[in-house]
């Protein structure tokens, strides 16, 4: 083949012809310039120009490689531009919200001191974890030692206890989002200080800024149980230990050697499932996270360890929780044979109400002495007395009245666990429901749609139809009351996005149901004792209660086409799909 004098010579040249390659044979040479092929046929061999190979999109990748490097650099020249600028209402610290990298904690940034931080954290132990008694700090476990050795612990604790300082929570409160989305989103960290931080955001998340995303940091802290592998015994193992090619007894489990998890560990399960559960029951979702005999386990080990004077009750809370689930899969599938006399619904009713009586009975104290399981117990009454709803418009009217009296029961009886539940909160000093966990303001929440539906709905009833009706105007006062102490427990600050703090979103709830309870005593000619009240000549003993109503999970029981405003304050307290009469009721 004749050499290339035309300046392609710096291109590497295949060893294939032109010729050769056309027809596709191969390409023999004995160190001639043309080719055995060529020279049999008498044709010219020309070389054949090589093509550029293709690396891929090397190039490309590297310039947007450099060009993602320069956008980093001018972010982070903007930021520090930014940090000798006055802090935006956007943005906290003077840092903006694209700034998900770690950096100075709370205290390093001047959101608080030292000393205020111990003061939170005394807070928290004193009056926050009787609440919530799955997270326990130890006494050695100062502000300090926290703050080097579980920092989103740390974080999380003065977030829920700083309730006194409204724009401060809030503050603290984007922080807690902000670590997660950096440690855990961001670096894939998998820590038990994550775990337990995330309780306590979980545990108080009414207090921090809407949205709540309640169900996905539900499931990140699932999700750091399973990687943890907290939800079963250090020692246990599966099918999946022994598929190894070659036995290498050098890899042996790094838990293999530890006979059970600490009680702090077991606190943490416990302490998912709880919120888990509570969570799917009253808002009908699903965690996939259910009550396993291990779980029953650290319970047991719990009380017998009893390290926390706290640790004798999440044995019993476990046990009305399962009773709660019991009750949520026969609403589920059942609740309507309800309304059919001697039905096995009926039945299994009868035997979820002799299980609560053992409870009671059962139970080592008095229940009152113990006001979170004291609302637990009542809630869960209610949870199972509330399935007669569900048959009123169904089986009520028209039936044999002697039928009527096994549902008049449990409606009755679902109004008396309500009013305890408003009992138990009355009891409280005034100030000490700030401390409440999200799970009790949602068992206050159930109870009040409850009651408002048992006594608008049976009041007609045959039998003890009278009896509701007369709880009319104590309810309406008991109302009017509940609106009048949550309003004072508001602060009235604004945060740096203008919103207020949630208990006087708690009173604008309250307020709609008061406006829709006196259009329907008005209906029925029935003055509504509350209005008009001076607050100063009400007694403090008989002052109802606020909640967080996001979390019910009523929506089968509480339907009224009739009422368009009353089904938009429900669709939005619900957190359902907003509805087009939605700016009736700003909630």
């Given at each position: 083949m004749l050499p290339s004098n035309d300046g392609r010579s710096a291109t590497p040249l295949p060893k294939t012809c032109q010729n050769c390659a056309d027809s596709k044979v191969r390409c023999v040479r004995n160190g001639d310039d043309i080719c055995n092929r060529c020279n049999r046929l008498g044709k010219e061999c020309v070389?054949?120009?090589?093509?550029?190979?293709?690396?891929?999109?090397?190039?490309?990748?590297?310039?947007?490689?450099?060009?993602?490097?320069?956008?980093?650099?001018?972010?982070?020249?903007?930021?520090?531009?930014?940090s000798h600028s006055p802090s935006s209402p956007g943005s906290v610290g003077g840092l903006s919200g694209d700034d998900l990298v770690d950096r100075r904690d709370v205290i390093d940034q001047g959101f608080l001191t030292m000393e205020s931080a111990e003061a939170l954290l005394s807070t928290f132990k004193t009056q926050m974890i009787p609440h919530f008694p799955f997270i326990v700090i130890y006494s050695h476990e100062t502000a300090e030692y926290l703050?080097?050795?579980?920092?989103?612990?740390?974080?999380?604790?003065?977030?829920?206890?700083?309730?006194?300082?409204?724009?401060?929570?809030?503050?603290?409160?984007?922080?807690?989002?902000?670590?997660?989305?950096?440690?855990?989103?961001?670096?894939?960290?998998?820590?038990?200080?994550?775990?337990?931080?995330?309780?306590?955001?979980?545990?108080w998340s009414?207090?921090?800024?809407?949205?709540?995303?309640?169900?996905?940091?539900?499931?990140?802290?699932?999700?750091?149980?399973?990687?943890?592998?907290?939800?079963?015994?250090?020692?246990?193992?599966?099918?999946?230990?022994?598929?190894q090619l070659k036995p290498d007894h050098g890899l042996k489990s790094q838990f293999a050697s530890q006979p059970a998890w600490s009680l702090a560990e077991q606190r943490a399960i416990v302490g998912c499932y709880y919120i888990a559960s509570t969570f799917m029951v009253l808002r009908q979702r699903q965690f996939n996270f259910s009550?396993?005999?291990?779980?029953?386990?650290?319970?047991?080990?719990?009380?017998?360890?009893?390290?926390?004077?706290?640790?004798?009750?999440?044995?019993?809370?476990?046990?009305?929780?399962?009773?709660?689930?019991k009750i949520d899969r026969l609403s589920m599938q059942h609740a309507i044979e309800l309304g059919n006399p001697g039905s096995a619904s009926e039945l299994y009713v009868s035997a979820l109400k002799a299980d609560l009586e053992a409870f009671r009975a059962g139970f080592p104290v008095d229940l009152h002495k113990t006001q979170p399981l004291d609302m637990q117990f009542h809630a869960t009454?209610?949870?199972?007395?509330?399935?007669?709803?569900?048959?009123?418009?169904?089986?009520?009217?028209?039936?044999?009245?002697?039928?009527?009296?096994?549902?008049?029961?449990?409606?009755?009886?679902?109004?008396?666990?309500?009013?305890?539940?408003?009992?138990?909160?009355?009891?409280?000093?005034?100030?000490?429901?700030?401390?409440?966990?999200?799970?009790?303001?949602?068992?206050?929440?159930?109870?009040?749609?409850?009651?408002?539906?048992?006594?608008?709905?049976?009041?007609?009833?045959?039998?003890?139809?009278?009896?509701?009706?007369?709880?009319?105007f104590s309810w309406s006062s008991t109302l009017e009351h509940l609106r009048m102490r949550i309003q004072a427990l508001s602060s009235g600050?604004?945060?740096?996005?203008?919103?207020?703090?949630?208990?006087?979103?708690?009173?604008?709830?309250?307020?709609?149901?008061?406006?829709?309870?006196?259009?329907?005593?008005?209906?029925?000619?029935?003055?509504?004792?509350?209005?008009?009240?001076?607050?100063?000549s009400l007694p403090v003993a008989t002052m109802a209660t606020?909640?967080?109503?996001?979390?019910?999970?009523?929506?089968?029981?509480?339907?009224?086409?009739?009422?368009?405003?009353?089904?938009?304050?429900?669709?939005?307290?619900?957190?359902?799909?907003?509805?087009?009469?939605?700016?009736?009721?700003?909630?």
């Open positions: 070389d054949r120009k090589a093509r550029r190979r293709f690396h891929g999109f090397q190039k490309d990748m590297k310039i947007r490689a450099l060009e993602s490097k320069l956008d980093e650099l001018m972010r982070t020249r903007q930021n520090e531009s930014i703050r080097k050795e579980k920092p989103f612990l740390f974080l999380a604790i003065l977030s829920a206890a700083s309730f006194a300082d409204m724009p401060l929570q809030r503050l603290l409160g984007n922080e807690t989002k902000r670590f997660i989305a950096s440690r855990m989103v961001l670096n894939g960290e998998v820590s038990f200080d994550l775990l337990q931080g995330l309780l306590v955001y979980l545990a009414h207090y921090f800024t809407r949205p709540y995303r309640f169900t996905q940091f539900m499931q990140l802290a699932i999700s750091l149980i399973i990687e943890l592998r907290l939800d079963k015994p250090p020692q246990a193992k599966s099918w999946k230990n022994n598929l009550l396993t005999p291990y779980i029953e386990n650290c319970c047991k080990t719990l009380y017998n360890a009893a390290e926390s004077p706290y640790d004798k009750y999440i044995m019993h809370m476990i046990q009305l929780q399962r009773i709660a689930e009454e209610l949870f199972l007395y509330q399935l007669s709803l569900s048959t009123i418009d169904h089986h009520f009217h028209g039936q044999n009245p002697s039928n009527h009296t096994f549902k008049e029961e449990l409606l009755f009886s679902a109004l008396i666990a309500a009013e305890s539940i408003v009992n138990t909160f009355n009891s409280l000093p005034l100030g000490a429901e700030i401390a409440l966990s999200n799970t009790e303001w949602t068992q206050m929440g159930f109870a009040i749609l409850i009651t408002n539906k048992i006594i608008t709905t049976a009041s007609s009833l045959p039998g003890k139809g009278a009896a509701f009706s007369q709880r009319k600050k604004l945060d740096r996005n203008g919103d207020r703090d949630a208990f006087y979103q708690f009173s604008q709830h309250i307020s709609n149901f008061i406006e829709w309870f006196t259009r329907q005593n008005a209906l029925a000619d029935i003055p509504f004792v509350g209005q008009g009240m001076d607050q100063n606020p909640e967080l109503f996001i979390q019910t999970g009523v929506d089968d029981f509480f339907q009224f086409p009739e009422d368009e405003a009353f089904n938009a304050a429900l669709d939005q307290i619900l957190g359902a799909s907003p509805s087009p009469c939605q700016g009736l009721l700003k909630l």
